[in-house]
């Protein structure tokens, strides 16, 4: 964006830092107004997401689930197992290439509606302090204040509040991780049962009240990689919250507002130069000095802004979501050649994405020949491949009646098990086959048979082998 020269403000390092190289405390003032009221209602959606979607569960699959140990992934009540881990990818490369096409439009919208980081601060633990601590004078004080037992109250009240959400907080991520159902049968067993869970719990508890206690707005400037991105993603076309400095300085620049002065006659600009945008934000930048890394794109500064030119008899939108194109020339949004590409490419592989779901099947048939075996000749020409099998059952329910047929060559196939084969939910089955073709059927050394797996008269899965036999059958 576009930074006015006459604006001597404008800094060359983070707005945390202080000239000694210190961290620079952030006391945001308690935003109000439309986008404030709109970011609460998306927040409570996707708080109340975030603490149901482990509860929840279709067809017996928790909603969402993440278990890295043991290779689980449960997605919208869609299972994922280490055979579609290439589904898994897919899924990522879609999410990333998504995010890219969302930021090359509009910015770092996420970061301020939708990031988890950014809700549970400024929705939840930020909250609680305006609650306990006042607003951002009262906190200024309150910092500067000795430690008398006001302080002493407020501070303790305040630390064991975050500390309790913390623990609340990773038990629902713990959820993710482990499953709701061992969560709970965890809590039920009690603490001394579990203790190397216990541990894990209270490190995370430890990290998230490390985060939104004390390290708070320096994840969206120092350690999100995202923030980094923004950089390289943004152009003069891409739509952010932005400081219209045409308007706001003028030919004069900013001025402090007087009572019953024509601004417009004096060339003064539109910008009393209140600080109330500076003020409000969380991440302690001015911005009227540009577009900055530090930005997450809250609204809170348009906010501030508007009420404030409401208050002086000025038109809205001093500051408000635009481009730099719009601001200096009032071109209006294109969808440019860029998001064009983008959107090609999020279509193709969300093509591909439903596709290979279609064809993926719930049962994984794993069919080889046993190691250090050749094959049989046996009588009337018959040529036998000893085989082991494994079927994985996706599903929450069990499979029954489970039997094989060769497709291809002609040939029978029998299993070493005896009784019914039955493939338990979400488990497997193993076993030995032994494949027998007739000689004369075979093409050479090796051959390709094809193997249908049944359940009942329900065709679930189709696999191939090597049948081995004799190089000179002629």
Not at 445 to 470: C, H, M, Q, W
Request: glycine content about 6%; proline content about 4%; hydrophobic content about 45%.
């Amino acid at each position: 964006m576009s930074i006015p020269e006459e604006n001597e403000s404008f800094r060359d390092s983070i707005g945390t830092i202080n000239e000694e190289g210190k961290r620079a405390w952030v006391y945001p003032k308690k935003p109000s107004g439309r986008f404030y009221e709109y970011r609460k209602y998306v927040s409570y959606v996707l708080l109340a997401f975030f603490f149901a979607a482990p509860f929840v569960k279709i067809n017996g699959n928790q909603f969402l689930l993440f278990n890295v140990l043991e290779r689980r992934f449960n997605i919208f009540g869609f299972p994922f197992w280490p055979q579609d881990f290439y589904l898994f990818v897919i899924m990522m490369i879609i999410m990333v290439v998504f995010i890219i096409f969302f930021t090359a439009a509009f910015g770092r919208i996420f970061c301020g509606w939708i990031c988890p980081q950014t809700i549970f601060m400024e929705m939840v633990f930020r909250r609680i302090e305006y609650w306990i601590d006042g607003d951002r004078g009262a906190q200024i004080r309150l910092d500067k204040q000795k430690w008398n037992a006001e302080k002493i109250r407020k501070r303790s009240l305040k630390w064991f509040l975050f500390f309790v959400i913390s623990f609340l907080v990773a038990n629902i991520f713990l959820a993710y991780l482990i499953g709701s159902d061992r969560l709970i049968r965890y809590v039920m067993d009690g603490p001394m049962e579990h203790l190397s869970t216990v541990s894990s719990l209270l490190i995370f508890t430890a990290v998230f009240y490390f985060i939104f206690a004390w390290f708070r707005e320096q994840v969206c400037i120092i350690a999100c990689p995202y923030g980094r991105l923004q950089g390289v993603l943004l152009d003069n076309k891409s739509i952010v919250v932005a400081y219209d400095h045409k308007r706001g300085e003028k030919e004069v620049g900013r001025a402090k507002f007087k009572k019953n002065e024509d601004r417009e006659a004096s060339g003064k600009g539109d910008c009393i130069d209140c600080f109330q945008c500076v003020h409000v934000c969380p991440t302690g930048i001015d911005i009227r000095n540009g577009t900055q890394l530090e930005c997450v794109n809250c609204t809170a500064c348009i906010d501030a802004c508007d009420s404030i030119m409401e208050a002086v008899n000025l038109p809205k939108g001093l500051i408000r979501y635009a481009s730099e194109e719009n601001i200096e020339k009032k071109a209006p949004f294109k969808f440019t050649p860029r998001l064009k590409g983008y959107t090609a490419v999020l279509v193709i592989l969300i093509g591909v994405l439903t596709g290979m779901l279609f064809l993926r099947s719930d049962v994984e048939a794993n069919i080889l020949r046993l190691p250090g075996q050749l094959y049989e000749h046996k009588d009337n020409n018959i040529i036998s491949n000893v085989f082991t099998y494994k079927l994985l059952n996706k599903t929450t329910k069990n499979i029954e009646d489970i039997h094989f047929k060769l497709k291809s060559p002609k040939g029978t196939i029998h299993s070493v098990k005896q009784g019914e084969i039955v493939v338990p939910a979400q488990g497997l089955a193993e076993g030995t086959l032994f494949i027998e073709i007739n000689n004369a059927a075979l093409s050479g050394d090796k051959n390709r048979a094809v193997i249908e797996v049944y359940s009942g008269d329900d065709l679930i899965e189709t696999t191939s082998v090597t049948f081995l036999g004799p190089r000179n059958y002629k």
